[in-house]
């Protein structure tokens, strides 16, 4: 294992408005996180990781999302979401039983309706790839867990740090030409990424003074955020 994953961060044009968005999707409260970024922190949340950083970026967003939250309803359809500021872009159909919606500022995920037993808001985080199965590989060696490979896409299970049930990668043919608007973050093992770097990531950016992580890419052109271990005492 080489890092954890850490959390989530969404690019936005406007933080307070998509924070307060996601905080209605969510349950969650709405934190400040400085200069103009807000966090959305779910209020039941089983672990830090749940929370999502959302940051102002002075880019628009073009293109497909390529990363996004899959949510299990407490109801047996998204009307409260929708009430709440979510459009339906897609009703379920066929042997797909998940709406799919957007959120504000255009950012897709679907909702999964409620089931029994199975605790409502984001159950998997899915990601499109080129690769399903060398993608999955890739990330369990980084972040460890178990890789699961069906025929349109490949999951990790027992990620360390990740929060929810599964980490999926899924099948698409268009390549990825622009940079993701929902990223993730991982806590690196040592105070280097240079294990990362071996592994196959390529270092985007080094830290800064502003910025004390690095910003590198996976095999796929993923970027993701890489922070140093946290001190001890």
């Not at 940051?55 to 999302?65: A, M, S």
């Not at 407490?74 to 339906?88: E, F």
């Not at 159950?123 to 178990?146: N, R």
Request: with cysteine.
């Amino acid at each position: 294992m080489i890092a954890r994953f850490k959390d989530l961060c969404l690019d936005a044009a406007d933080p307070l408005a998509l924070g307060g968005f996601w905080a209605r999707m969510l349950d969650a409260d709405v934190a400040d996180a400085g200069d103009d970024d807000t966090r959305v922190d779910p209020r039941s949340a089983r672990s830090p990781a749940e929370s999502i950083w959302v940051n102002k970026v002075p880019e628009p967003r073009v293109g497909k999302t390529r990363v996004h939250l899959d949510l299990r309803l407490a109801d047996a359809d998204p009307a409260a979401l929708l009430a709440a500021g979510a459009r339906l872009v897609r009703e379920p159909a066929g042997a797909a039983t998940w709406w799919v919606l957007v959120d504000p500022e255009g950012n897709e995920f679907c909702a999964f309706p409620a089931r029994e037993g199975a605790r409502p808001g984001p159950f998997e985080l899915v990601v499109d790839s080129a690769d399903p199965l060398a993608q999955a590989t890739w990330w369990a060696g980084v972040v460890g867990g178990t890789v699961e490979d069906e025929s349109s896409h490949a999951g990790i299970s027992g990620a360390a740090g990740f929060p929810w049930d599964y980490w999926v990668f899924v099948g698409v043919p268009e390549p990825k030409t622009v940079k993701n608007r929902l990223h993730w973050d991982v806590d690196l093992v040592d105070p280097e990424p240079t294990a990362l770097i071996d592994a196959g990531a390529t270092l985007l950016r080094e830290p800064h003074p502003q910025a004390r992580w690095w910003v590198l890419a996976d095999p796929e052109g993923n970027e993701f955020c890489a922070f140093p271990p946290h001190p001890i005492g």
